[in-house]
């Protein structure tokens, strides 16, 4: 795309996990300009904002032209309201309950400011740039340290009635399942998620089973450590997988029916790294169990943006509503 003025231009700023990222993109999905830092929210809410604001104050430098800047767009872990741009207490980012983040940003950069639920604007970004451009029913599932969704219908993002619409994560798996930390139990997150696999190694490492885990220190076995362990082999680990991708099945079984896509795109951490091990079960628990007219025109499918699909989705969210 040519530079200059005119261009339009959308600042991305992605809240999730450990570090924070920012970047510059553009209508046609590129990004001209990235940086990633370190968020530690141990600092206070006052020291990680100022660390945030400088870090957008490069990329509004970055861009020349003011008037190319359309505006911001910022995805963020929930619970927040989608319409005031209100963050309510985020795990990640402690003292940040009520934070009214669209009106600070506003106030100081004077452009129009989107704040989104991290995985809805994953969807955006899969929906406008990745592995579902050109269908209108997407859901993207992401299958990390949790388990969310963002669903996108007649090419429309499904928020419901508070902006909650998408925890697939919490939908009843087993009904006798483990607690959850919702509150519920036998929830999709406590089975399938990176933090549930690694909790069922740990449980299953402490209760004497013969595995390769229990030469991992309990803190350090996490889904990944799993992952690797059932690839070379160990029947603990391979076993854990497997049941993890047989609820994922029983998830996705669900998402189709309720939603009838045309593509379920998974990305995470967890999905990425579980390989045929995770995916196989889970591939043949839909076969079994979806209805055969609606698993027909649908494919699962991996994220095509791999950890971009939060900021493109931001860019995307911003750009839409500047056209």
Not at 47 to 66: C, I, N, S, T, Y
Not at 294 to 322: C, N
Request: hydrophobic share 40%; aromatic share 4%.
């Amino acid at each position: 795309m040519a530079e200059g003025h005119g261009t339009r231009r959308a600042i991305a700023l992605d809240l999730g996990g450990t570090r924070y990222r920012v970047a510059v993109g553009t209508p046609d999905g590129e990004i001209e300009w990235r940086v990633s830092r370190a968020t530690d929210a141990d600092r206070g809410r006052d020291q990680v904002l100022k660390g945030m604001f400088a870090a957008v104050d490069e990329a509004v430098g970055r861009l020349g032209a003011r008037s190319d800047l359309s505006g911001i767009g910022i995805g963020a872990p929930g619970p927040l309201d989608p319409w005031e741009g209100v963050l309510y207490n985020p795990p990640n980012l402690p003292g940040w309950d009520s934070l009214p983040l669209k009106k600070l940003f506003e106030d100081r950069y004077r452009v129009p400011t989107h704040v989104a639920n991290d995985a809805n604007l994953a969807a955006m970004g899969e929906h406008a740039f990745g592995a579902g451009r050109g269908f209108q029913h997407v859901v993207y599932v992401t299958v990390s340290t949790g388990i969310g969704a963002g669903i996108i219908i007649d090419d429309r993002l499904v928020l419901g009635a508070r902006g909650y619409a998408g925890e697939l994560g919490h939908m009843t798996i087993d009904m006798r399942g483990p607690l959850c930390r919702c509150g519920n139990t036998g929830c999709l997150e406590a089975i399938a998620s990176g933090t549930a696999i690694a909790t069922q190694a740990r449980e299953l490492v402490g209760k004497g089973a013969r595995t390769s885990l229990s030469r991992i220190p309990p803190e350090q076995l996490t889904a990944k450590t799993v992952a690797e362990a059932a690839y070379e082999g160990d029947e603990v680990a391979r076993e854990l997988m497997r049941n993890a991708g047989q609820a994922l099945g029983v998830g996705m079984v669900n998402v189709a029916h309720l939603f009838n896509p045309q593509r379920i795109i998974l990305g995470g951490g967890v999905s990425m790294n579980g390989g045929p091990l995770l995916w196989d079960p889970m591939r043949e628990t839909v076969r079994a169990r979806a209805i055969a007219t609606i698993q027909r025109d649908m494919e699962i499918v991996s994220a095509g943006l791999a950890d971009d699909s939060g900021l493109l989705g931001a860019v995307a969210m911003v750009l839409s509503r500047d056209s």
